[in-house]
């Protein structure tokens, strides 16, 4: 079963911008309603956004206004551009669907510094 791939993670300081991409090699991609996830040390894995396939989106109340999601379906892509970064954002990023019902990627690391 194919993994997403995610990248664009990095070091950046707090009031800082990053923008995250994931590749996702199945088929079916257009019609999935898509999420970013993430998860920090000692802390449950929860989802920060998700984009459906007409583009529709949904944020956690800790980023809206400072996250967006988007999607490029020629592309099997799902995007996060997250603005006005915080040490609280510093978390291993995923993307997957809300229900989490494909396989998990290896993530990419975001770390924000105060």
């Known amino acids: 079963q194919v993994r997403p791939v995610e990248s664009g993670g990095g070091l950046v300081q707090a009031g800082g911008s990053l923008r995250l991409s994931c590749v996702v090699s199945?088929?079916?991609?257009?019609?999935?309603?898509m999420g970013w996830h993430r998860q920090a040390p000692g802390k449950q894995r929860e989802l920060v956004a998700s984009v459906t396939s007409s583009g529709n989106t949904r944020y956690a109340d800790s980023v809206k206004g400072l996250f967006t999601i988007s999607r490029d379906n020629a592309k099997n892509t799902v995007y996060l551009q997250m603005n006005s970064l915080k040490p609280e954002d510093t978390a291993a990023y995923y993307c997957?669907?809300?229900?989490?019902?494909?396989?998990w990627g290896q993530g990419t690391q975001v770390t924000v510094s105060s």
């Open positions: 199945r088929s079916a991609f257009s019609i999935l309603t």
């Open positions: 997957n669907t809300p229900q989490s019902s494909i396989r």
